[in-house]
């Protein structure tokens, strides 16, 4: 068991420590790398604003856990990266919810292909013109 308070009582903002043999699961152990990432002031006030219900007694350590060896993926780097696959992951649930990209019916493989290359179409197309309204702003 972990004391998460006492590992991060001495990190300073932005800073990362590193547990490099985790092991997670119930029935079967996956070894893992636990970093802690202690948020800066600015990522706290952020984090604050957009989320109006947490306690502002909530935790301002980020805990990621990840399977990518160090030297593919070094700790500090970890949480950049976490927060690219966080904007990516967001930017999936939205063209789920708008353009419902994850319902077809049963269909043929080539029809199937040609809707697929003209969702992505479309997406490509509503993407450039919200960056040019963005700009024109």
Known sequence: MLNIEALTKNLQDGETLELSEVYIGLE??????LILYRL???E????LAH????PKAASSVNLLVTNTSPEKLP???VY???SLRWQVEILL???KSIFQIHMTKPMKLERFQCHLYGQLLRLCLVARIIYQ???LL
């Open 28 to 33: 079967y152990k996956h070894r893992t790398r």
């Open 40 to 42: 800066t002031q600015d």
């Open 44 to 47: 706290w006030n952020r984090r």
């Open 51 to 54: 989320h109006k219900k947490m």
């Open 75 to 77: 700790a500090t780097e």
């Open 80 to 82: 950049a990266f976490y």
């Open 93 to 95: 649930e939205t063209w």
């Open 133 to 135: 309204i963005r700009r």
